[in-house]
Each structure stands twice: as structure tokens, then as C-alpha cells.
């Protein structure tokens, strides 16, 4: 079972929205990562857990903000988005650090 | 120049045909190569990874040099459902495992 799920499937939020996007994985994989993906762009890492811990953030602005509640579940808290962050925010877990990575179906947002 | 870099496609093809892509990546310390898939509006899925002795899948081959830094992907008897944009994905290199996309390689298979 390679399955990473995520919720919700579709967003839709208003500049002053806060929400939350939330990404499970149940196959023991120790690395979560968050990767927002553009139209007819490849997926771009924001961020890296390993071990329930922050490894990597890829220079994302503050009104993106990651947590691991454990390591099966990885949230990203969205805050005064602006409209240019619409895209589709993908999760990816992986055995260990930076083995072969598995995506969840993603969440498409749409700021308005 | 870029990191790794596709021919962006599309390629036309018609059903049962074997179309090849290549894909070239600039980071000499990469350890890992992956070609992934992603239909529209759907996430990358793993097509295999790629190793330097070359792996086969059924209709799928993938080669790796590492000498020339080059990484292809050979498709035989193409189907319409292997219509879809293929991804060239390699890890940044030494103490970085993160991974670093191509732009993708459009697939179009017509009957």
C-alpha cells in the first residue's frame, strides 16, 4: 500500500480565511514533505520533515506554516494567502529522508 | 543552465508506437533518478527509478550515464493510457536528498 491521502480535495478561501490542509500517511514512511505545483509547472518543495522534525524550509513565506502533529499526519496552516497562491499543494512521504517519494492526490486552492 | 532539463514535448504519437525521452541533469553529485508520470490535474505518480546497469518494466525502459549526466526513457507499443506529461526527477546531491523536477515531457498517444 502506497497510499498518502489528503483533505480537503478542493479549497476555496478568501484573503482574511485561515484554513488548514491536512495529509496522512499509514505506511511507517518517516519523511513528509509539502510541495506546492503550479499550472504546467513541476511540484516546488516548501517543506521537509524528517523525523517529525523541520528539515528543510524551502524560503516560504510565514502565511504558510507546517506541522506534525505525529508521524503520520502533516498539516500545512494557511494564513492571508493571497490570490497568487492558488495552485495544487501536493504531500509526499518516503521511507526515510530523500528515499522514493510518494504523492497524495493533493488539495487544489483557490484564493480569492 | 538548468538543473535538469526535458524536451518539453508534446509528442504526437500514434497507438503501438516506441517513443524515447531524455532528460539531462547538471548536478554531479545526484544519487537518485526517478521518472515519475502525472496525468492532468492529478499527482506525480512513480513510474520507476532508474539505476546505471538500466531496468526494464513491462513496455518501459530507463537508462542512466552518469558519465554524460543523462538519464532517457524508452517506451515500446504505446498505449493511449501512457498518454500524460512524464517527469525526470533527480535528488540535488550530496547532503541534499531533495528533489529536483524537470519541467516534464508532454504524451499525447492517438488511435
Known amino acids: 500500500d502506497t497510499e498518502v491521502t489528503q483533505t480537503p480535495k478542493h479549497l476555496v478561501m478568501g484573503m482574511t480565511n485561515k484554513k488548514s490542509l491536512k495529509c496522512e500517511q499509514h505506511m511507517g514512511h518517516r519523511a513528509m514533505y509539502w510541495y506546492k505545483q503550479k499550472a504546467k509547472k513541476p511540484p516546488e518543495l516548501m517543506f521537509v520533515?524528517?523525523?517529525?522534525?523541520?528539515?528543510i524550509n524551502e524560503s516560504v513565506p510565514s502565511r504558510f506554516s507546517p506541522e506534525c502533529p505525529n508521524s503520520s499526519l502533516l498539516n500545512l496552516h494557511l494564513h492571508a494567502l493571497q490570490p497568487e497562491d492558488s495552485a495544487l499543494y501536493l504531500c509526499a512521504s518516503s521511507p526515510g529522508p530523500w528515499e522514493t517519494q510518494y504523492f497524495g492526490p493533493g488539495t487544489r486552492l483557490l484564493v480569492l | 543552465r538548468k538543473e535538469v532539463e526535458q524536451d518539453p514535448g508534446p509528442f504526437n504519437v500514434p497507438e503501438g508506437a516506441t517513443v524515447a525521452f531524455n532528460c539531462t541533469y547538471s548536478n554531479s553529485a545526484s544519487q537518485s533518478f526517478f521518472w515519475y508520470r502525472q496525468d492532468c490535474r492529478k499527482e506525480p505518480k512513480l513510474l520507476m527509478s532508474v539505476y546505471s546497469s538500466g531496468n526494464e518494466d513491462g513496455r518501459f525502459t530507463a537508462q542512466l550515464n552518469r558519465a554524460s549526466q543523462y538519464i532517457s526513457l524508452l517506451i515500446r507499443d504505446s498505449k493511449l493510457s501512457d498518454s500524460a506529461t512524464y517527469l525526470c526527477?533527480?535528488?540535488?546531491?550530496?547532503?541534499?536528498?531533495?528533489?529536483?523536477f524537470g519541467k516534464g515531457t508532454k504524451l499525447s498517444v492517438k488511435p
Open positions: 526527477v533527480v535528488t540535488a546531491g550530496g547532503s541534499q536528498g531533495n528533489l529536483i
Open positions: 520533515y524528517s523525523y517529525e522534525k523541520l528539515s
